[in-house]
């Protein structure tokens, strides 16, 4: 078995590079060990868990992974903020083989702002509609949802870049689009800063090298557009400095299924579960989010974050991510054997004043002032992210003055909602730059399962 599975790589290595595909390479979701996975309290139904996630990411993700692409450019060390690095056709590439008549994908690498405000590369994608007379095309920039927190589990990677429900929704209506990675996805550089505001600047300084890249053909003016981790970025980025100001052409943004505030959410996960009022379903999805949620601690607090609530086990398991590079489903695969009991020291402890503290810094709803208007979505069956913790942020956002608008639309979850509010969303896109009022209170609407 081992020589024939052997045998055939071999084979296909050859066939790649017959093709000219020498530089064909994988960059996430490796093989693990089994010593490896046994150190790491990963015994056999762990390990095939694994086996089985990383089939489906590497059908995601690819094992075709440009480094050259990807490297840091040799002229970043000379530049700020909003520049351009890199720009590359997508040119008779399967990853874009689904995309509408006359659209042009391009990759791009350019400068943006660590949390600290040092510049730092990162890669994405700028996506054209077909050009009318070379008139400008009014531009969105999306935030993508999670991924994985390693730089092989970029969504500019995806071997169909146009089987995403967002940003490509978007260009179909004819507007341009530029999706960031996000810092450490795709480029290494830095590492990625799950959940932090390091995303926010991210997306905006995309913007802008996208602009440096097609001076003419893009409006001065942009919306934002983000889907679950992307969602609670535009929020974070409805209230970022930088786009108070009416000369950052900022217009507004669509935050779905947003995650806020991490502490509080996972302090209610906890003490539902705790109460015994989750399903299994819910239970197992949060559990899911543990690995991603403690790394990204870990990195915000490096030497600092030690998981608290979490026993040995899981912080164990959790290491293994990093040594097979893993993105999404393998991620939270390393979850999906275990129970609470499993997972947490004890149940009735929720105290973890780093993730609080994380919370205090990151979080968007806490007082900052958002000029230009904000539409927050949520499925009332979204059991990642829980509609109450949005309707919390909503709530704070507007008792501190800005003015929102929040539709829930009924029994959508949340990845569904993506797709089936996309007439709302894209209308809300239409309005700003068709400078339509949004109105001066904040409101709240529910869209019924049979209407949709
Ligand atoms: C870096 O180099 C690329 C390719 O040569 C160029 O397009 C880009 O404008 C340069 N960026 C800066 C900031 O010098
Ligand atoms: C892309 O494919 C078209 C049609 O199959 C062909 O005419 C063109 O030369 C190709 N372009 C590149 C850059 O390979
Ligand atoms: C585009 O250019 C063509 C040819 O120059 C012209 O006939 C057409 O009216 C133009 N369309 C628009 C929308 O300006
Ligand atoms: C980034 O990846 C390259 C190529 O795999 C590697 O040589 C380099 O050490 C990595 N850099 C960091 C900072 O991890
Ligand atoms: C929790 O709910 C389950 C199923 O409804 C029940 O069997 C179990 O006894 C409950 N446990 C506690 C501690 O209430
Ligand atoms: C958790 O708290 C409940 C009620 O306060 C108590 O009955 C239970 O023993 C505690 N469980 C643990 C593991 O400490």
């Known amino acids: 078995m081992a020589k024939y599975a052997g045998s055939k790589l071999l084979y296909l290595a050859t066939a790649a590079m017959g093709l000219g595909l020498a530089n064909s390479q994988q960059a996430s979701n490796f093989d693990v060990p089994t010593e490896v996975a046994e150190s790491h309290s990963c015994d056999a139904l762990c390990q095939q868990i694994i086996a089985q996630m990383n089939v489906l990411d590497l059908g995601t993700f690819g094992t075709n992974f440009d480094f050259d692409f990807y490297a840091t450019a040799a002229n970043f060390s000379e530049s700020k903020p909003g520049d351009l690095l890199k720009l590359l056709p997508l040119r008779n590439s399967s990853a874009i083989s689904n995309a509408p008549e006359g659209v042009t994908v391009y990759k791009f690498q350019y400068t943006s702002a660590a949390v600290d405000g040092a510049p730092v590369p990162v890669t994405g994608l700028i996506a054209l509609p077909p050009a009318k007379n070379d008139s400008r095309s009014n531009l969105v920039a999306f935030a993508h949802g999670t991924t994985g927190l390693y730089r092989g589990c970029a969504p500019s990677t995806y071997t169909q870049l146009f089987n995403d429900?967002?940003?490509?929704?978007?260009?179909?209506?004819?507007?341009?689009?530029?999706?960031?990675?996000?810092?450490?996805?795709?480029?290494?550089?830095?590492?990625?800063?799950?959940?932090?505001?390091?995303?926010?600047?991210?997306?905006?300084?995309?913007?802008?090298?996208?602009?440096?890249?097609?001076?003419?053909?893009?409006?001065?003016?942009?919306?934002?557009?983000?889907?679950?981790?992307?969602?609670?970025?535009?929020?974070?980025?409805?209230?970022?400095?930088?786009?108070?100001?009416?000369?950052?052409?900022?217009?507004?943004?669509?935050?779905?299924?947003?995650?806020?505030?991490?502490?509080?959410?996972?302090?209610?996960?906890?003490?539902?579960?705790?109460?015994?009022?989750?399903?299994?379903?819910?239970?197992?999805?949060?559990?899911?989010?543990?690995?991603?949620?403690?790394?990204?601690?870990?990195?915000?607090?490096?030497?600092?974050?030690?998981?608290?609530?979490?026993?040995?086990?899981?912080?164990?398991?959790?290491?293994?991510?990093?040594?097979?590079?893993?993105?999404?489903?393998?991620?939270?695969?390393?979850?999906?054997?275990?129970?609470?009991?499993?997972?947490?020291?004890?149940?009735?402890?929720?105290?973890?004043?780093?993730?609080?503290?994380?919370?205090?810094?990151?979080?968007?709803?806490?007082?900052?002032?958002?000029?230009?208007?904000?539409?927050?979505?949520?499925?009332?069956?979204?059991?990642?992210?829980?509609?109450?913790?949005?309707?919390?942020?909503?709530?704070?956002?507007?008792?501190?003055?800005n003015i929102l608008h929040r539709t829930v639309y009924e029994g959508r979850d949340h990845g569904s909602v993506l797709k089936d509010s996309s007439t709302e969303w894209i209308q809300f896109i239409a309005d700003r730059f068709a400078g339509k009022d949004f109105g001066s209170t904040c409101t709240e609407s529910v869209v019924g399962g049979s209407e949709l």
Request: glycine share 8%.
């Open 165 to 401: 429900d967002g940003w490509p929704r978007a260009v179909a209506a004819g507007y341009a689009v530029v999706v960031s990675d996000f810092a450490g996805l795709g480029n290494n550089y830095t590492e990625h800063l799950y959940l932090s505001k390091a995303q926010a600047n991210d997306v905006y300084y995309s913007v802008l090298a996208a602009q440096k890249a097609f001076p003419q053909r893009l409006s001065p003016e942009w919306v934002s557009l983000g889907h679950s981790q992307g969602g609670g970025v535009t929020w974070q980025l409805s209230e970022h400095k930088l786009v108070q100001d009416a000369s950052s052409g900022y217009l507004g943004g669509v935050a779905l299924a947003p995650p806020t505030k991490l502490s509080d959410q996972f302090q209610s996960a906890l003490r539902n579960i705790q109460s015994n009022s989750s399903t299994a379903d819910q239970i197992q999805t949060f559990l899911t989010t543990i690995p991603p949620t403690t790394l990204g601690l870990q990195r915000y607090f490096p030497g600092d974050y030690d998981a608290p609530l979490l026993t040995e086990k899981v912080k164990e398991r959790v290491e293994l991510a990093g040594i097979g590079q893993l993105c999404l489903y393998a991620l939270g695969g390393l979850m999906l054997d275990l129970t609470p009991n499993d997972v947490f020291l004890n149940l009735n402890n929720t105290d973890d004043s780093l993730m609080q503290k994380f919370q205090a810094l990151n979080s968007p709803a806490q007082g900052d002032p958002a000029e230009k208007p904000l539409l927050v979505i949520h499925g009332s069956a979204d059991i990642l992210v829980s509609p109450q913790s949005s309707k919390a942020s909503f709530d704070a956002s507007c008792g501190y003055g």
